[in-house]
């Protein structure tokens, strides 16, 4: 397959760019614009940990289905002072016109504030709109055009008569704040309702992306010229890395026609295609310009008059060496994307929402990292010929040439990465005791994991919707919502002595907040025991369902969605690990022929992942660095986060364990002892995969800079994974094992050798490259 694909494309190179730049501008417009249908952004949902068949969701229908189409739309007015009649009296008159106005807007069914008239202060429900310290009041109007009655989703006309008499009334209430200007010389005002807070996360989504890559391409592109020691090959991975950040939002918005997507999952899809296009294009580009390098030293001289090498698409020399590339580097990179691949799609078989969402997308933005990969950069490498391998003139800087030979992309089969092997096989017990201690060291705080699911408690402080949820939070406690949600149904005294009677009294519930009656059902709130994502609330959830109630009961709530997420993560676990275990066996298998190097291959990329996640409760969690990162811990991780980094994760750790063991193999198979083969491998492999990592923390840290807590923990997460992966791992505790391990590395049964003897997952396709490249290609 990689053969034909070689051929195809070194013939084809011309056809294969232009058709990656017409369907990059074609779903790249798609995803901008929608082609007049709105683009992708304006079709993301502010997200939820809610998973459809869960207790949780159930609940939150039937209450949705009770409280019908209205929408609440409230005006937060601040920087008033309501502490004296006098003062208070003075905004009545202010605020006739604005009650005037509102109950007279179509579609208006209803307006609260604490002064309708003199002296409606006093009454209770007024004073339930006024902040405790007396300095801020609310205004609430529910709009609901066909008033409780529940429409249907397919009823249009309906939708836009709501969106826009919710439009009319949040365009009116934020001219209140200078309407008072005159009673009031400081108020000031924030307008919130559910669509709203969605705009809010989505618009901070878009930022936060454009944040990310602006300063992820600038920092992987210096990184990539100290690599090829000039802009021409550098410039490579970010042609892939353009192409692939394109066709992922054009897919993703094609996705988002069947499937509810929510805004982090586009932050999740960019950051990994970025950051996986860019590798994948540095090792292609690492590896033609090493195979030129051998050409070179094996006489096989450019022939240009000058030279400089020449820049012939059907140059032999050129179709050899990309010949080669296709089926050596394209292999390594076919295999990577496939683990990483299966490790997202692994997602979607744990439940729907979210978790299907990141998986499916995840799984299309890894393809269309690799179909770049071993499609378009070899034919622009093609159409480039030579010229990538011509000296740089940064080269004849003083000093900076010295350096870039260093450290460039290609090596020869002695330098630092062979003597650090070496330096590990003459103590491997040292190496191997050091690097777990500091993984487990590293990985302690996960003992302390705790899970919440939030959404406008991502935005940042200074949001002004978050001010808003904080503010009604502190200063509004009857207002503020409750902390869980029970629903009943039934209504009558039985249903009211169970409450009062049992769910009252159970331990972590403070108080019953209020108790209502609709259409056969009993809705309760309730007050529990510290926040409401904390640990308290989810023991207060589990007592209430573990109660025998009278009748079905749903308990809803954030402590409910967030029990009702894991449990549905541990129901679809051991499915979801055991397909990504075996394909992974499965995978590595072919590429080594080893049976233990899987196995090995495994274990210690739990252990990679588990200190990763220790360094991310360390600081997100329990609030190390909070003033540097710019957040306001939360006191735990989004559940999501932390779903989705350990299966990314545990596909990138896999990654650079088919870069390293790609190259190990290959020598291997040339009849080279355990040790050597390692100390060559990581040789050859271990320059690119630094840089490839570099690149990648690089591009993960950019979006660390991003607003969004959430889009904070995951970019810090594959940063860390990387990082420590690259280095401790991949470095030090790979090559300690392959040492203890020596000869039974390579071992496996007769019977499964001579089965993939037979099979050409077990050729050595960079001599069968080199072997069967023809001289020449001509056009048909």
């Known amino acids: 397959m990689l053969a034909w694909l070689a051929r195809r494309v070194v013939k084809d190179a011309w056809f294969v760019v232009i058709t990656w730049v017409v369907l990059s501008t074609a779903l790249a417009i798609t995803a901008l614009t929608g082609w007049g249908g709105g683009g992708l952004f ?19 229908q039937v209450l949705d289905s009770l409280a019908g189409d209205s929408v609440p739309v409230t005006l937060l007015v601040r920087g008033v002072d309501l502490k004296g009649t006098e003062h208070r009296e003075r905004i009545v008159p202010a605020l006739a016109k604005v009650h005037e106005e509102l ?24 004073q339930a709109l006024v902040s405790k310290n007396l300095d801020s009041f609310l205004i609430v109007v529910t709009v609901s055009p066909k008033a409780a009655a529940v429409v249907p989703a397919t009823d249009t006309e309906h939708s836009r008569r709501l969106d826009d008499a919710v439009d009319a009334v949040e365009t009116r209430l934020m001219r209140v704040p200078g309407e008072l200007h005159d009673v009031e010389p400081s108020a000031t005002g924030i307008v919130s309702h559910k669509q709203l807070v969605t705009d809010s996360i989505t618009n901070q989504t878009r930022k936060d992306l454009v944040t990310g890559e602006m300063i992820a391409m600038p920092v992987a592109l210096m990184i990539m010229v100290l690599v090829f020691g000039g802009l021409l090959a550098a410039s490579m991975p970010l042609v892939g890395a353009l192409a692939s950040v394109a066709c992922t939002l054009g897919a993703l918005y094609l996705l988002s026609l069947g499937t509810p997507l929510q805004s982090f999952v586009v932050n999740i899809a960019s950051v990994l295609g970025l950051g996986l296009s860019i ?21 096989n001289l450019p022939d240009a008059a000058d030279g400089r090498p020449p820049a012939r698409r059907r140059d032999p020399l050129v179709v050899s060496c990309m010949t080669t590339t296709i089926l050596t580097a394209g292999r390594t990179v076919v295999f990577s994307a496939v683990t990483i691949a299966i490790s ?24 269309i990292a690799v179909a770049a990969a071993v499609t378009l950069i070899p034919a622009v490498l093609v159409l480039l010929g030579q010229r990538v391998a011509r000296p740089s003139v940064l080269e004849r800087v003083p000093l900076l040439g010295g350096l870039l030979h260093r450290i460039g992309d290609v090596s020869r089969e002695r330098g630092v990465f062979a003597a650090l092997a070496r330096w590990v096989h003459a103590r491997p017990w040292t190496i191997l005791t050091a690097c777990l201690a500091v993984l487990t060291v590293l990985a302690l705080p996960v003992l302390r994991l705790h899970t919440i699911s939030s959404t406008v408690e991502q935005l940042p402080a200074d949001s002004s919707q978050r001010v808003y949820a904080q503010t009604l939070s502190e200063d509004y406690p009857a207002v503020a919502g409750q902390d869980a949600t029970v629903i009943i149904r039934g209504t009558g005294e039985r249903i009211s002595a169970f409450i009062n009677d049992e769910v009252a009294s159970l331990p972590g519930v403070e108080a019953v907040l209020g108790q209502s009656s609709a259409e056969g059902f009993t809705v309760v709130h309730l007050d529990l025991t510290g926040d409401k994502a904390s640990t308290a609330a989810e023991r207060a959830v589990s007592a209430i369902r573990a109660l025998k109630a009278p009748a079905d009961m749903w308990v809803t709530g954030q402590a409910a969605d967030q029990i009702d997420f894991r449990e549905t993560v541990n129901h679809g676990l051991p499915l979801t690990l055991g397909a990504i275990l075996v394909a992974t066996f499965v995978l590595l298998f072919l590429m080594t022929g080893s049976l233990l190097i899987p196995v090995k291959a495994l274990i210690v990329n739990a252990l990679s992942l588990a200190a990763s996640m220790g360094v991310l409760v360390w600081v997100f969690q329990n609030g190390h660095g909070s003033g540097l990162l710019g957040f306001t811990p939360l006191g735990g991780l989004e559940t999501a986060v932390v779903v989705t980094a350990a299966t990314v994760g545990f596909g990138l750790a896999m990654d650079y364990e088919v870069f390293l063991l790609a190259r190990i193999t290959e020598y291997r198979r040339t009849g080279r002892d355990n040790d050597t083969s390692v100390e060559l491998g990581l040789q050859r492999s271990g320059r690119v995969v630094t840089f490839a990592a570099l690149i990648m923390v690089a591009v993960f840290l950019g979006f660390v ?21 690259a280095s401790i791992v991949r470095m030090l505790l790979v090559p300690a094992t392959m040492t203890l391990l020596g000869e039974w590395n390579w071992w496996s049964p007769c019977w499964l050798q001579r089965l ?13 490259a080199r072997t069967t490249v023809p001289g020449s290609v001509t056009a048909d």
């Open 344 to 367: 997202l799609f692994g997602l979607s078989l744990m439940g729907g929402g979210i978790l299907r969402s990141i998986g499916l997308a995840g799984a299309v933005v890894v393809l």
């Open 42 to 60: 304006s079709r993301l949902e502010a997200g939820s940990a809610s998973i459809p068949g869960t207790e949780s969701a159930t609940g939150q």
């Open 279 to 299: 590798d994948y294009a540095l090792l292609m580009t690492s590896r033609y310009r090493e195979e030129l390098a051998r050409a070179y030293d094996a006489g």
């Open 103 to 126: 109950a007279a807007m179509s579609g208006v069914e209803k307006v609260m504030d604490p002064f309708l008239s003199p002296g409606a202060l006093a009454a209770p429900a007024a």
């Open 705 to 725: 800079s991003g607003k969004l807590i959430a889009v904070k923990e995951i970019g810090l997460a594959l940063a860390v994974i990387v990082a420590l992966d």
């Open 756 to 768: 993939l003897a037979g099979s050409d997952a077990d050729a050595d396709p960079a001599s069968t």
